[in-house]
């Protein structure tokens, strides 16, 4: 079964400063990997995924097959930026679209 | 942008009552809708997977004689929590799966808070 961790429950830093939210997962097969984020009081959003290789928000996340890790990082956190992180997983085939979530990180960027 | 709505938005019955969740694509077209569950301070659990026109299927653990699922059309599914008790108060999240300018997504909604008593 497939399973993704996110190893942080919180993290805090100060605006300017690099940010990296750890995200491991565990499939056998090809998975595709997603961020999502809530903001306050807000529904879950798409942040990126992994198949657009894009930057959304000043955000990356590259997929490493080899250690089996999506990582979403930004070089300069914004204030804007504090909300709750999702990392997701989807199998591919039949199951496209059932997403197995992380614990989620609550990132707090303080001024 | 795509929008998915729920309805309630909160609710608070008496054990041993049913309640029933809409969800709602209102303005593209959800071949595949989710409905998910998140305990406070966890993180969602996929319940089951409605697809329109046919039988939910539901993630191992779930009871479907107690999560009653149906996808009556293209843009709304209804998740009924039968002889509701104290254990199934959760938030509940649905979220909907369709073709928006030419792209399939997957939208969330808001969430129904339900608590029994």
């Known amino acids: 079964a497939q399973r993704v961790t996110q190893p942080e429950k919180l993290l805090s830093v100060f605006k300017g400063a690099p940010v990296e939210l750890k995200c491991n997962y565990s499939y056998s097969g090809s998975p595709e990997l997603f961020w999502y984020v809530q903001y306050s009081r807000q529904r879950l959003q798409l942040l990126l995924r992994?198949?657009s290789r894009e930057s959304i928000k000043g955000f990356t996340a590259d997929l490493n097959k080899g250690e089996t890790s999506f990582h979403l990082k930004k070089p300069f956190a914004q204030e804007e930026d504090s909300a709750m992180y999702y990392c997701a997983l989807t199998q591919g085939g039949t199951s496209y679209g059932k997403l197995t979530f992380g614990q989620g990180t609550i990132l707090t960027v303080h001024p | 942008g795509a929008v998915v709505s729920q309805h309630p938005s909160w609710v608070i019955c008496k054990s041993g009552t049913s309640v029933k969740i809409e969800c709602r694509s209102l303005?593209?077209?959800?071949?595949?809708m989710f409905w998910y569950r998140q305990f406070p301070k966890q993180s969602l659990m996929l319940m089951a997977t409605s697809n329109e026109g046919s039988k939910a299927t539901y993630e191992q653990g779930v009871e479907k004689d107690k999560f009653l699922i149906n996808h009556a059309s293209l843009t709304l599914s209804t998740l009924t929590v039968t002889s509701a008790h104290p254990e199934d108060s959760s938030f509940y999240i649905c979220?909907?799966?369709?073709?928006?300018?030419?792209?399939?997504?997957?939208?969330f909604g808001p969430g129904t808070r339900l608590t029994v008593t």
């Open positions: 303005d593209f077209q959800a071949t595949t």
């Open positions: 992994h198949i």
């Open positions: 979220s909907a799966r369709g073709p928006v300018a030419g792209e399939y997504e997957q939208y």
